[in-house]
């Protein structure tokens, strides 16, 4: 009922809500074969503390919005999509059987496609204001089995990714120990 999808969805953006994403995640990996790749791939808006200081908060919202409809368009309803506060979003990435093999360019092709999405998309009504997002990506079953510690692990990756300059997606496997080091400077 469309009751029932009110309460699981985020109202702005129309993707699931914090609770609903974090327990669809949950019941997917209890289920989940461990020799078979998935991914968490979180993403927040760059500077978009700026975005609403500068345009106002309508605006925000419609960058929000805006958000879901990305998400929805480059990710298949095989991913489950959620806002889990704020400019903060995250997809859990199914990985096809037949992709299972090369996950990690599949998961490499879906950020650049996702960059992209934002790049071609838009900003500010005459477009001057650029929106772009950072990604921090960590792979089912090699950083872990439940949704906290994958999340964490992506969690990092983002920060890394913030870290290089933003407008860009790091993957947490793929973290060294320099740009540990780079990161904690």
């Known amino acids: 009922t469309t ?3 009110k309460a699981r969805n985020d109202l702005l953006t129309g993707v699931l809500n914090k609770r609903s994403f974090e327990e669809s995640v ?3 990996l209890a289920k989940a074969d461990i020799n078979k790749y998935s991914a968490v791939i979180l993403l927040d808006v760059d500077n978009f503390k700026g975005v609403n200081d500068t345009l106002g908060h309508a605006y925000g919202d419609k960058v929000l919005a805006n958000i879901g409809k990305i998400l929805t ?3 298949n309803t095989e991913n489950c999509i959620g806002r889990l506060g704020g400019d903060e979003f995250c997809v859990f990435l199914n990985i096809p059987s037949s992709q299972q093999e090369h996950y990690h360019e599949y998961i490499n092709v879906k950020c650049i496609e996702l960059s992209h999405a ?3 998309n838009y900003t ?3 477009n001057d204001y650029k929106v772009s997002v950072s990604i921090g990506v960590s792979i089912f079953p090699t ?3 439940g949704f906290s510690k994958l999340y964490r692990c992506a969690d990092q990756a983002l920060y890394i990714s913030k870290h290089k300059g933003k407008d860009t997606y790091s993957i947490f496997k793929q973290i060294t120990d320099e740009d540990d080091q780079e990161a904690i400077k």
């Open 3 to 5: 009751h029932d999808n």
């Open 143 to 145: 950083n872990g089995q």
């Open 118 to 120: 934002f790049k071609n």
């Open 124 to 126: 500010g009504d005459d």
């Open 73 to 75: 368009m480059v990710f």
């Open 26 to 28: 949950d019941q997917i």
